[in-house]
Each structure stands twice: as C-alpha cells, then as structure tokens.
C-alpha cells in the first residue's frame, strides 16, 4: 500500500493518523502489507465478510474481495452479495452472474430468489425481461401471468389464470391478484368451477370441493356439484345414477370416481354392484378400469373375508391385465399362501421380460422343485448362479454353491479430471470447515457435468479423500457396479467395531446397516425426520439413550458418527434380542416398525419359510431394504476376506 503525501496540504496529526491506520490493517490483514496470506487468515477474512454480508454492507465485502480471490469459497460470498437488494439489479446483471457461475449449484438457484425480489417490488416489466418463458414451478407461474396481467397482455394471462385454477388442490397465494381481476374481468364460468370440482374429489379436497360449491348458481350445475359431494361422503349413492342408462361424460366420470372410493372403503359392496350387473351403462373403458382397480383392493384383503365368488372374479381379471405391478401382487399372494401350483402358474402368466428377471426366475424354478419337476428347476436356479442379487444369492445359497464376486480394475488417471481442480479444492475447504449439506450440493453438481470415465475418476479420487458418502454417489451415477470397494467404503470402521463388540453383534450387520440407510453420510437427514448414519429418528435416540443410560443431548448429536452408532446399534441390539437373533426379522422392523412385523408374523401363523417371508413383506421399501442389507453383508464379507453365510440356519429353519 502506498500513500503519497503533499506535505504542504496535509497537517502532521493526519499523517500519523494514516501511519497508525496503515500498520493497524497490516496487522489484521497482513496481505494488505504484500504478505502472502494463509488459509487460516483467508478463512478470518471470508468470515468477516460473511457478518458484513449478514448485515448487508457490501460495500466492504467488495473492499476486501480483490485479497480473497485465491480462496476457494469467495465464489459464495459473491453469490450472497448478489442476492442483496436484488430487485435493483438490472436482468442483464443476473443472467450474467449465472452465466458465468455456472460451475456452481447456486447458478441454479438464483432465478427463484430473483422472482420473488422482483414481484414483492411489483417490477412486473422487469420480471418478463428476464423470465420470458412460463416457468415451471406454480408460484412463479403466478408470478409470471401476473406480470402479464401487469403489462397489458391481458388475454395471455387469463389463459394462464385458467389453466392454474383448475388444479384439485389449492393454488399458491401468489395467484391471488391475478385470479380476483380473471374472475372480475370474464367471471369463472360454472364448466370450470365443475372441472375443478371434480379434480378436488379425485385429489380427496373435500373443503376445496364444499369452496367451490358455493361458486355455482345455476339449478343445473349445483344439482351435479351437490351429487359430487354427496358421493364423495357417501359413495354408496352411484348406485341410484346406474340404473337410468347411458352415462353422459359427465355423469360417467361422477360415477366412475363414486366407484372406485366405494371400493376403497367397501368393497364387498362394490363387488355386489359388479354382480348384480349395475354397471353395464359404464363404457368399456370405464368399466375395465375400474375392474382393475376393485381387483386391485380385494387382492388386500384378508383371505378369510373374501368368498370364493370373490376370488374366482378377482383372478380372472388380474389374469387377463395388462398391469404387470397386479400381476406380481397376485404371484406374491400365492407366495403367502404357498401353494407351489398357484405360484408356477402365475409367474407363467407375466410378460416375456419380467419372467426373465432373477426375482421371477427364482421362484419358477423354486416352484418347478417343490411340484416335483426337480432337474428343470434346478437347471432354472443354476442359471441365476453368478450373478449380483439377491436372488442369484439365494439360489447358489440353496444349491450350496459359493458366490465368488470378481472386482473389475480400475485405472486412475488422475490427468482426466485435473479441470475440475478448483472444483474439487472448493468441496476440500467446504468439508474442511464442516460445510457438509454445500460439499454435498457441489458434488452432485460436478457429477452432473463430468462424463462417465470423468465420474469413475472422480469416485476413485473421492475414496482417496476418504469422502464415503461423495464416493457412493459418484459409484451410482457411474454406474460402477462392478467396484466393490468404491460402492462398499470401509468407513467409521473403529465406531462399528467397538460398539459391535460392546453390543455383542457382528460388526459387519452394522456397517451394511449404515451403508444402506444413509450410503454412508454422517449429515444424512430424511424427509420423516431420521438423521445421520443410522437414520434414527430423534423419538427413538432419546427413547434408547433414557432407556439405557446413554448420554444424548439433542437431536444434533445424531450427526455424530460415534454417537449415531451407539443408539443405532443399541437399537438394533433391542431388535434382535425382541425377535431372537434373527436379522431379516430385525432389519424389517429397522425399517417398517416392529409392531408392522408383528402383524406381518401374527397373519402368516407360521407358514411361511424365509425366502417366502421376505417376499411377502407388502411393503415395496421393506422388501429392498432386507434384501439390500443381507446383499451388502456378502459384499462387506467379500471386501473384509470374511467368511459367513448368506442367512444363519435359525434364520432358515424358522416358520414365519
């Protein structure tokens, strides 16, 4: 820093002040001295900017910017000084921003903050300036026919209006203007006050649905908004619109929704429509459709609830669809029931491709065994041998073969992704300083823009920094089924081994516990609420530890490995020992709850053996996660040069 002083302008007192002013900036920002500045006083200086930021004095942050331009986060100060007072920025200055960020996940992100700054200014000219087609997202389709409105294109944004107020759920506030002027302007006609209507009771609004009601004035129009209503509390009524002939389009779609929440809540009722030939006014279409649909919720029902009418009609509707998702409900039924017949004959029954996937293939050949048609079954199962799933798995399991699994090489070539260089140093320094949830963000978004040899690179590179949950998703995205030892990180591993000593269970069922419930990700937090690498719910962490004497402060210290461990493997411990040592019973209450294994256990009374059990789990998650988990067992046994079995023989001896 110079300073050039004219000593015949200036009085001594500024000189030493200027001098003093000098030396005191050096000291707190040595690079304002020519010195170099560390990361530790780049870190100082970015955090300082941060609290400017906070409170909106960019004027200094841009003081400073020039000394942090080698830091790898100042690209976020910038992104933070550019969301202040944005409603003054000019489109080009925004575009321009995301144009030349577009390396970065916030690039993405600007356009919505920029909207709303905009329509909170009512700079409705501006907002069509820079947003010149219909957004997607259906605030700032508000947004973007408001300003329409705004701007003279009154035509255009009544339209838009329009196709945003029939929607069966409600609509953004951000619609209000526009929809008060649409409705003062040309008045929302009563066709479309009914299609609403009618889109309410497929969404199950039933207060959107008694709103728009009060909208109708025609005799006509509330006679058939008043039969909606009453079908939807009482669906039981379209009996008494079947009977007087051809359905208009109108009344057909009344009926055909009536019918299918009658057959949700009563379906026995509904079959006895289905009998008693009530709906032999309903076009083809109709009536196959809904055909499916009661199949469908009888295929839910308990056996014993069901006549033998029932189920006669049920099967030969299933038999005859085209819906693969009922036909392997009906295969699964089967399954539960066990009868070997009726499980060869509907998997026989599904398409060429579904037959020929390792789930299906399974079975068949387990069916071919059971009915005594022993060598083509066998050959069936042979042929799953080798390859990566849970049923090829199972098959070598029950042919008493080993299951070897080969890992395909991988050469790393660091050059390959040496132009993401400042990419990969902006996720360092975000890890570093315990940014997870913007590390993560950073690297979706590099995934997203790098090639597939790229991606097999940047896995490698990610295992070498001992990021485990960055490597399992850079191993999807990838598709690197065939590296182990990427899509299966040895992670946390002294957590797991003590506290699967301390609990007395097999560190390898915890490690391929976490692995499936979080991938791996210390800061995983799901939609319901679960947290961290076990995923328990902050209900069931403080549970544990009160129940155990464990220590447990709040729900932030389930972002803790070690402590996430310690009540997830508590937890399981409490499972096991509930369902004695069994782990697929365990690994379903993991997920499900124990109470829905209960009831899974108490309608099965003992009948079915394991493979069948796992296969009956009605829940479509429940199902995958047990399957997953012995799976990642094999891998984690394979990459530890372990040995073990697929399942224990308690686990395969007992009658579910």
């Known amino acids: 820093m110079v300073f050039i002083v004219y000593s015949d302008m ?20 040595p690079a304002m001295a020519g010195e170099k500045m560390g990361l530790q006083e780049q870190r100082h200086l970015y955090d300082q900017a941060q609290q400017w930021l906070d409170n909106k004095q960019v004027k200094k942050y841009y003081r400073i910017k020039s000394r942090l331009e080698s830091y790898p986060l100042t690209p976020y100060l910038d992104y933070r000084s550019i969301l202040i007072d944005m409603a003054q920025k000019p489109p080009i200055v925004i575009r321009n921003f995301i144009n030349t960020h577009a390396e970065f996940p916030f690039s993405s992100r600007i356009t919505a903050p920029y909207l709303d700054a905009l329509a909170r200014d009512k700079k409705w000219a501006v907002l069509l300036q820079f947003q010149k087609t219909e957004p997607r997202q259906e605030k700032y389709r508000c947004y973007y026919y408001t300003a329409k409105l705004k701007t003279g294109s009154k035509r255009e944004a009544y339209l838009g209006a329009q196709s945003l107020w029939l929607s069966g759920q409600s609509v953004s506030d951000a619609c209000n203007e526009l929809f008060s002027s649409w409705e003062k302007s040309e008045g929302i006609s009563e066709p479309l006050i009914l299609e609403r209507l009618f889109l309410a009771f497929e969404q199950r609004q039933y207060r959107l649905m008694k709103f728009l009601k009060k909208k109708i004035t025609s005799k006509e129009n509330q006679r058939i908004a008043h039969m909606l209503l009453t079908t939807y509390r009482h669906p039981e009524n379209v009996d008494q619109f079947l009977s007087h002939g051809p359905l208009n389009d109108q009344m057909l779609r009344l009926v055909s929704f009536g019918l299918k929440k009658l057959a949700y809540q009563k379906p026995s009722q509904a079959y006895r429509f289905v009998q008693q030939g009530k709906l032999k006014y309903l076009d083809s279409k109709a009536r196959n459709t809904f055909f499916e649909y009661l199949a469908g919720v009888l295929l839910n029902e308990d056996d014993i609830s069901l006549t033998e009418s029932m189920k006669v ?70 042929q799953l041998s080798g390859k990566r799933n849970f049923y090829s798995v199972a098959a070598a399991s029950y042919l ?257």
């Open 313 to 382: 009609w049920r099967d030969k509707i299933i038999a005859s669809s085209q819906n693969y998702l009922l036909l392997e409900r009906r295969v699964r039924e089967e399954i539960r029931y066990g009868d070997w017949q009726g499980i060869y004959d509907w998997v026989n029954k599904l398409s060429p491709s579904l037959l020929n996937t390792a789930r299906w293939q399974f079975w068949l050949g387990f069916s071919e065994i059971k009915l005594g048609q022993k060598k083509s079954g066998l050959d069936t199962l042979e």
């Open 10 to 29: 200036m009085s001594n007192w500024l000189v030493r002040y200027l001098v003093v002013f000098y030396f005191t900036l050096a000291a707190v920002f």
């Open 400 to 656: 008493n073969r080993s299951y070897v699994y080969s890992e395909q090489p991988l050469n790393y070539d660091p050059e390959l992704i040496q132009r993401y260089r400042k990419s990969l140093d902006r996720i360092h320094e975000l890890i570093d300083r315990d940014k997870i949830e913007a590390s993560k963000s950073e690297w979706r978004w590099l995934l997203g823009r790098a090639s597939l040899e790229e991606q097999t690179m940047l896995a490698q590179y990610a295992a070498d920094s001992h990021w485990y949950h960055l490597t399992v998703l850079a191993t999807i995205e990838a598709r690197l089924w065939e590296h182990l030892e990427l899509r299966f990180p040895k992670a946390y591993l002294q957590f797991f081994e003590f506290f699967a000593e301390k609990y007395k269970i097999d560190p390898i069922t915890l490690i391929s516990l976490a692995r499936q419930e979080s991938a791996m990700d210390v800061r995983a937090y799901s939609p319901v609420g679960a947290k961290g690498l076990m995923q328990l719910l902050p209900s069931t962490a403080r549970y544990m530890a009160k129940k155990y004497q464990l220590s447990y402060r709040n729900s932030h210290d389930l972002f803790n490995a070690k402590k996430n461990i310690e009540l997830g493997s508590q937890y399981l411990t409490e499972l096991l020992e509930r369902y004695d040592g069994n782990r697929v019973l365990a690994f379903a209450a993991y997920n499900a709850g124990p109470s829905r294994v209960d009831l899974w256990l108490e309608r099965s009374s003992g009948n079915l053996d394991v493979y069948r059990f796992i296969e009956a789990i009605p829940f479509r998650e429940t199902r995958g996660y047990v399957q997953n988990v012995l799976m990642f067992e094999t891998y984690y046994r394979y990459l530890f040069d372990i040995k073990g079995s697929f399942l224990h023989p308690s686990e395969l001896e007992l009658k579910y």
